[in-house]
């Protein structure tokens, strides 16, 4: 797989498919190209684009460099637009979202960007969830819990204590234990869970912001304030789909908005 170096030397792996105008995929928290939904999805779209999928840092096959900050990510997904030839489109999910919204205040090469339910829940939450998890992520990080750190997060976005504890047993709780402490990259990203309003003000391009019809309140309701407070957004819901979003039902919308005949 090809990789490019990123502007503090972090190697960072990607892969890129099909033909036509380029359009890059920003993966959420606990996924990476071989752990996640992005490469079901390539092979939907890369009949109409060029697509590129990555690693983020310290995932798969991407390095990291210490310390972290959300410009370093900023940074590697910037030098991705330029491995395109310097235009794309980018899509991101969940803390995907947030990052390719920060990336394109900063990279005009970015033409259009989708958002797939960033978690924006701290627009009408008091905070104290929010925090509360930030605190207790970073102290089990910090101790070296990673198995617990995961779980946390788990907990944090909603899943049952059972399907926690059998989800720990399982073979797959060691792939996201390698990766847990991108979890606190994904905290910062996401700035306390609000839309970033300067950030925000910086973005000309078109934007759409879709969620789910069956996905949880707090994420669909985020998904409408972040539409509401960018102001190039435009906002789409998919009828019986939730933050585990169907490629076959998502990749149509994201054909028709980063279709190049489409302006806004």
Do not use: W
Request: net charge negative; charged share 25%.
């Amino acid at each position: 797989m090809p990789t490019l170096t990123s502007t503090d030397g972090t190697t960072i792996g990607y892969e890129r498919s099909g033909s036509g105008p380029a359009l890059i995929l920003v993966d959420g928290g606990m996924c990476y190209r071989a752990a996640g939904p992005m490469r079901p999805l390539a092979a939907l779209l890369s009949e109409a684009f060029t697509v590129f999928t990555y690693d983020r840092r310290g995932r798969g096959e991407s390095t990291d460099t210490l310390p972290y900050a959300p410009a370093r990510e900023v940074e590697d997904l910037r030098a991705l637009v330029a491995a395109a030839g310097g235009e794309a489109g980018v899509y991101g999910i969940s803390s995907g979202a947030a990052l390719a919204l920060t990336t394109a205040a900063e990279e005009p090469g970015i033409t259009k960007v989708a958002m797939y339910e960033p978690p924006y829940t701290g627009e009408f939450e008091d905070g104290t969830r929010i925090k509360e998890y930030a605190t207790e992520l970073r102290e089990l990080l910090d101790a070296g819990r990673r198995g617990d750190a995961v779980a946390r997060f788990m907990r944090h976005v909603g899943m049952p204590p059972e399907a926690i504890a059998g989800f720990r047993g399982s073979p797959a709780f060691a792939v996201l234990e390698a990766i847990a402490p991108t979890l606190a990259y994904d905290d910062e990203i996401l700035t306390e869970g609000r839309v970033p309003r300067a950030v925000a003000a910086r973005v000309t391009v078109p934007v759409v912001v879709i969620g789910g019809g069956a996905s949880p309140e707090n994420l669909r309701a985020a998904a409408k304030a972040a539409a509401d407070l960018i102001p190039t957004a435009e906002h789409r819901v998919l009828d019986g789909q939730t933050h585990d979003v169907a490629p076959d039902a998502l990749a149509p919308v994201l054909i028709d908005f980063f279709s190049p005949d489409r302006r806004g």
